[in-house]
């Protein structure tokens, strides 16, 4: 393949790209229902009006949620808002599927538990509010542990559990850590704050 070939090969790659990443933005409007990444993890643990998973929708039901019929609006019904979510792996394997389903005819998203077609962009705002759905389940679970944890600590056990609920006020729930442990997100820290094994194995402090 010659230069030019590949380089027109990548431009139209990075244009489907743009493309499908475009019809996934979903309206402004419905920016204020997902909480900011940059919000404190205390403040996430506040938000009371998050809807639940429903458990019962696995990555088995993939299929179900693309169809080849066409979405007329881009608008959803006005009980949208209200329903629960489908898990955070099965919205997470609707994204990163799209793109080939998108490419295979795709024409709009479907609920399989609700009538109607649902516009594309659908398929991102489930995923990110997923996301922050499923980071206040580990934070809470990590904030009951805490709260054990200090009922019967002595006096530097409980300096030190008070400290990590400061940084709780502080720390974005979405945001990356910087310096030598940029690698991990915050949300990788809830997995130290738990008398379970992490990935598998229990550490000794």
């Known amino acids: 393949m010659n230069s030019f070939i590949q380089d027109s090969a990548i431009d139209l790659s990075l244009d489907l790209q743009q493309h499908y990443a475009h019809l996934l933005v979903f309206p402004q409007c419905y920016d204020s229902f997902i909480p900011a990444p940059h919000l404190p993890i205390s403040a996430l643990l506040d938000f009371t009006n998050l809807p639940p998973f429903d458990h019962s929708l696995t990555v088995a039901d993939l299929h179900r949620f693309f169809t080849s019929e066409h979405c007329v609006t881009n608008d959803v019904p006005a009980d949208f ?51 922050a759905i499923a980071a206040k389940e580990r934070w809470s679970l990590a904030r009951d542990w805490l709260s054990g944890q200090r009922e019967n600590a002595d006096t530097d056990l409980a300096a030190a559990i008070d400290e990590v609920f400061s940084s709780l006020r502080v720390l974005g729930w979405g945001t990356t850590l910087r310096g030598p442990a940029a690698a991990l997100q915050v949300l990788d820290l809830a997995e130290f704050l738990s008398s379970t094994p992490m990935k598998g194995r229990f550490i000794d402090a």
Not at 84 to 103: D, G, K, W
Not at 111 to 130: A, E, I, S
């Open 81 to 131: 808002l209200d329903r629960s979510l489908p898990p955070l792996s099965l919205s997470t394997q609707l994204l990163n599927t799209f793109s080939q389903a998108y490419h295979d005819g795709v024409k709009s998203v479907k609920d399989p538990r609700f009538l109607g077609n649902l516009p594309f962009w659908v398929v991102q705002y489930w995923h990110d509010l997923g996301c």
